[in-house]
């Protein structure tokens, strides 16, 4: 009778909801699950999780295993996956759950039960050559140059003023060279051009500019490991401590979201990090390099080279906020009680001046990043950081708030964070200890975004509030303003945004300034939206006298253009149901540098803009057969719709072509099937996906 929501709420209202398994038949489960999944994040918790569990028990009851792990992985109960991983009845089956575990940064390789081709699924080993494919189909491979980028010759003013601070030029072109060809394995600055072997390219570059001109490297050979290793390693021997550095970074980022045999990474840095002798930068380089190497694995080796040094108050305060923050990524969203003790204790022993250093802020950001998702579990903690005097103990506390909530849309939450927001603290003696105050204002705007960027209305409210804020706010608050809204419109740039952040990028604030060009960027990521290359020209030609601004300028043109075009930074996937815990973390880190460019970005801790390697993805979709190998299928892409609580059989897109994949999918694009001639073992079409041929099909005859 297609009352099947009506149903629903009745069972919810009188609080019975997961009664309804046992009333659905199999041509009802699919609308019905669809209700209950979009339902979820308008509910008041703990009835929100119990949606998401029935639908999961109903999807379990017709054998879609391929639906119940988005839903198992959103409740964050390793059980379930293994549930659902064990009531596969084939390997096909079994290899299309990997593809999701691994493009959500699930790692249990012990699932596999030595199975090397599933575990290969896992480890995500086969996504550079995927990649590539992809590129060569789209006719992508010719490497670009930073010129190809800025299309100097088209902003107006003389082209004369170029040469003032060269170094700092070079730097945006290391950048932007960097992002421009993640993933390709060539370039024209650091592994192209006749013989020259990169050496010339770094040293035009100066002190920590060496640093991220090496570290370039791991950027551009992102996700091939094999390859990528052998261009590196000559870097490692030379006796220039920043470069050895940067060379020490890219094996990080070469592994980042791509898990080897060989467990390389952890090979390569375990030395340098324990190392008593070892400079400082290095260090700092390798314990960066560990956290982004292994992102969200849980694993108890590396925590145990990460977590002495948190607590060692030998060692300068930003080596143990970065060995922090890398604990805080390995353990994501785990609320691994450990970790979290140790970096409470260091934050008590460490002296006040050494926690106002400018890398002090990563230490609260790799507690909250161990609550990440996990909604209330931190009570005890927000107790403890209260003891804390110095401003860092209140930054941490809405940094946790922020990420345990991270996605939910929870709107009590939101009205937390903009009453910090409004909270003038008393100002302490003098000027300084105000200024840290307000740090922790500038996380709490950056909060609302965080919190509400998971469903659509949520989201245009909060758009809708950092008007105001604008407004009203003060200094601090109002830089953090355009980072927010980035942050929930990553890689989507939707018209409104666009205006509003170009209006902001002539504030007279010059932070406020900053914060909006870098947020155009994050807002174009990988779209090469047009209309946002001529607007960052134009800027390039406006501030083509202010360094710092236009450093800035340069980086966003290089996020516009990432991968060519084919990447996406948007840490939703899965048809933006599922949030990556550590695509967001990789947002979080160069954004909440950002805040205070002027002391981190805008100096000499740009290689915090590698991070961002985390959020990286390709958006295509890629069919593979039974075997594992690429396969073409025709599909259509179009706008998705939506087509919750409908009657009969709505239309999921509109305003649709016809492609054979492989495919580029945008923002708010979805895919389906164009013929009958292949079945798709995941509702889902995107990343990869195991298509299985249709035993029904009979080919139409040519007339």
Same mark, same amino acid.
């Given at each position: 009778h297609?009352a099947?929501?009506?149903a629903?709420?009745l069972?919810e ?16 489960f699919?609308?019905?699950?669809l209700?209950?999944?979009s ?8 009835s /929100?999780l119990?949606?998401?569990s029935t ?7 017709f054998?879609?295993?391929a639906?119940?792990l988005p839903?198992s992985i ?7 996956i293994?549930?659902d991983?064990? %009531?596969?009845? %084939?390997r096909v089956?079994k ?5 999701? *575990?691994a493009?959500?940064?699930v790692?249990m390789?012990e699932?596999t039960?030595?199975d090397?081709e599933?575990l290969?699924c ?6 550079s050559?995927?990649?590539r494919?992809?590129?060569r189909e789209? &006719?992508?491979l010719e490497?670009k140059?930073p010129e190809?980028i =800025? ?5 107006n003013?003389s082209?004369g003023?170029?040469a ?9 072109s290391?950048f932007?060279?960097?992002f421009?060809n993640?993933g ?5 600055? *650091?592994?192209?051009g006749? @013989?020259?072997?990169g050496n ?9 500019? *060496?640093?991220s ?11 091939d490991v ?5 261009? #590196? /390693?000559?870097?490692?021997y030379? %006796?220039e401590?920043?470069i050895k550095?940067g060379a020490? $970074? +890219?094996?990080?980022m070469?592994t980042a ?8 990474a ?14 400082? #930068?290095v ?6 390099g560990l956290?982004?190497?292994y992102a969200?694995t ?7 080279m ?5 607590s060692?108050?030998? #060692?300068?305060?930003?080596l ?9 990524l390995?353990?994501? !969203?785990?609320g691994n ?6 970096i ?9 001046s050494?926690l ?6 990563f230490?609260?950001?790799g507690?909250?990043?161990? =609550?990440?998702?996990t909604q209330?579990? =931190? /009570?005890? #903690? ?6 804390i005097?110095?401003p860092?103990g209140r930054?941490a ?5 922020v990420c345990? =909530?991270?996605?939910t849309?929870?709107?009590l939450?939101?009205q937390k964070m ?5 909270n003038?603290h008393?100002?302490?003696s ?6 840290e105050d307000?740090l922790?204002?500038?996380?709490a705007?950056l909060?609302?975004g965080?919190?509400a960027?998971g469903e659509?209305?949520?989201? @245009?409210?909060?758009?809708r ?16 303003v355009p $980072? ?9 740039p939707? @018209?409104g945004?666009m205006?509003?952040?170009?209006k902001?990028?002539h504030d ?7 914060s909006?060009?870098?947020? *155009? !960027?994050m807002v ?6 047009a209309r946002?290359?001529?607007l960052?020209?134009?800027?390039a030609?406006y501030?083509?006298?202010d @360094?710092?601004v236009?450093?800035?300028v340069r980086i966003?043109q ?11 930074l948007?840490?939703y ?6 949030? +990556?815990?550590?695509?967001?973390a990789?947002l979080?880190v160069p954004?909440?540098a950002m805040?205070?460019? &002027?002391?981190?970005i805008l ?5 915090l $803009?590698?991070?961002?390697v985390?959020a ?9 057969d039974?075997?594992?190998a690429?396969v073409?299928?025709s599909?259509?892409?179009g ?9 009969g ?7 649709f072509?016809t ?7 945008g923002? %708010?694009?979805?895919?389906?099937l164009a013929t009958?001639?292949?079945l798709?073992?995941t509702s889902?079409? &995107? ?10 099909y009979v080919?139409e005859?040519?007339a």
């Amino acid at each position: 009778h297609n009352a099947d929501a009506d149903a629903v709420d009745l069972l919810e209202e009188l609080g019975h909801h997961e009664l309804i398994a046992d009333y659905v038949t199999k041509e009802t489960f699919e609308r019905v699950c669809l209700y209950m999944i979009s339902c979820s994040p308008l509910l008041a918790p703990p009835s /929100d999780l119990g949606f998401l569990s029935t639908a999961r028990k109903i999807y379990g009851k017709f054998g879609k295993a391929a639906q119940c792990l988005p839903l198992s992985i959103r409740l964050g109960q390793q059980e379930l996956i293994k549930e659902d991983w064990e %009531s596969c009845g %084939s390997r096909v089956e079994k290899a299309q759950l990997a593809f999701i *575990m691994a493009r959500q940064q699930v790692y249990m390789p012990e699932l596999t039960e030595g199975d090397d081709e599933l575990l290969a699924c896992m480890n995500n080993s086969g996504l550079s050559k995927s990649y590539r494919d992809l590129a060569r189909e789209l &006719e992508l491979l010719e490497p670009k140059s930073p010129e190809d980028i =800025y299309k100097s010759h088209l902003e107006n003013g003389s082209g004369g003023d170029v040469a003032l601070d060269s170094a700092r030029h070079n730097l945006a072109s290391t950048f932007v060279n960097a992002f421009v060809n993640a993933g390709y394995g060539t370039d024209k600055l *650091m592994t192209g051009g006749a @013989a020259q072997d990169g050496n010339e390219w770094i040293y035009k570059n100066k002190d920590m500019g *060496m640093l991220s001109a090496a570290a370039s490297l791991g950027m551009i050979n992102l996700w091939d490991v094999e390859v990528g290793l052998n261009h #590196i /390693d000559k870097y490692l021997y030379t %006796s220039e401590s920043s470069i050895k550095a940067g060379a020490i $970074l +890219s094996i990080g980022m070469i592994t980042a979201g791509v898990h080897d045999e060989t467990d390389s990474a952890k090979a390569l840095l375990a030395d340098y990090v324990t190392e008593e002798g070892s400079p400082a #930068i290095v260090k700092l380089a390798a314990i960066s390099g560990l956290g982004l190497a292994y992102a969200g694995t849980n694993r108890e080796d590396i925590l145990s080279m990460l977590v002495p040094l948190i607590s060692d108050t030998d #060692i300068t305060v930003d080596l143990s906020s970065m060995a922090a923050l890398s604990a805080g990524l390995v353990c994501i !969203g785990s609320g691994n009680s450990d970790v979290s003790t140790v970096i409470l204790q260091a934050m008590m022993e460490r002296i006040d001046s050494e926690l106002s250093h400018k890398l002090a802020r990563f230490m609260a950001l790799g507690l909250a990043l161990l =609550y990440v998702g996990t909604q209330d579990k =931190y /009570d005890a #903690i927000l107790e403890t950081l209260k003891a804390i005097t110095h401003p860092l103990g209140r930054q941490a506390s809405v940094l946790m708030r922020v990420c345990a =909530y991270a996605g939910t849309g929870n709107v009590l939450e939101v009205q937390k964070m903009l009453h910090e927001c409004d909270n003038r603290h008393e100002a302490g003696s003098g000027s300084g200890s105000s200024k840290e105050d307000q740090l922790s204002q500038a996380f709490a705007v950056l909060g609302v975004g965080v919190v509400a960027m998971g469903e659509g209305v949520g989201a @245009a409210m909060a758009l809708r509030t950092f008007e105001h804020l604008m407004q009203y706010g003060e200094a601090y608050v109002r830089r953090a303003v355009p $980072l927010a809204m980035g942050l929930v419109c990553a890689s989507n740039p939707v @018209a409104g945004v666009m205006d509003t952040l170009s209006k902001f990028s002539h504030d007279n604030d010059k932070g406020v300034a900053t914060s909006a060009i870098f947020a *155009m !960027g994050m807002v174009g990521a990988g779209t090469n939206n047009a209309r946002l290359a001529q607007l960052l020209r134009a800027l390039a030609a406006y501030y083509q006298k202010d @360094a710092d601004v236009l450093f800035v300028v340069r980086i966003a043109q290089g996020l516009l253009h990432m991968g060519k075009g084919t990447l996406t930074l948007n840490p939703y996937h899965h048809d933006r149901t599922l949030l +990556s815990h550590t695509a967001l973390a990789g947002l979080l880190v160069p954004v909440v540098a950002m805040i205070s460019a &002027e002391k981190l970005i805008l100096t000499s801790s740009h290689f915090l $803009l590698y991070y961002l390697v985390r959020a990286m993805y390709p958006r295509f979709l890629i069919t593979l057969d039974e075997s594992l190998a690429s396969v073409g299928a025709s599909v259509r892409v179009g706008q998705a719709v939506d087509a919750v609580g409908q009657v009969g059989r709505p239309k999921t897109i509109t305003g649709f072509q016809t492609h054979e994949t492989p495919v580029l999918l945008g923002h %708010s694009e979805r895919a389906e099937l164009a013929t009958d001639k292949y079945l798709a073992l995941t509702s889902v079409l &995107e990343g990869f996906v195991v298509v299985v041929k249709n035993a029904e099909y009979v080919e139409e005859e040519e007339a």
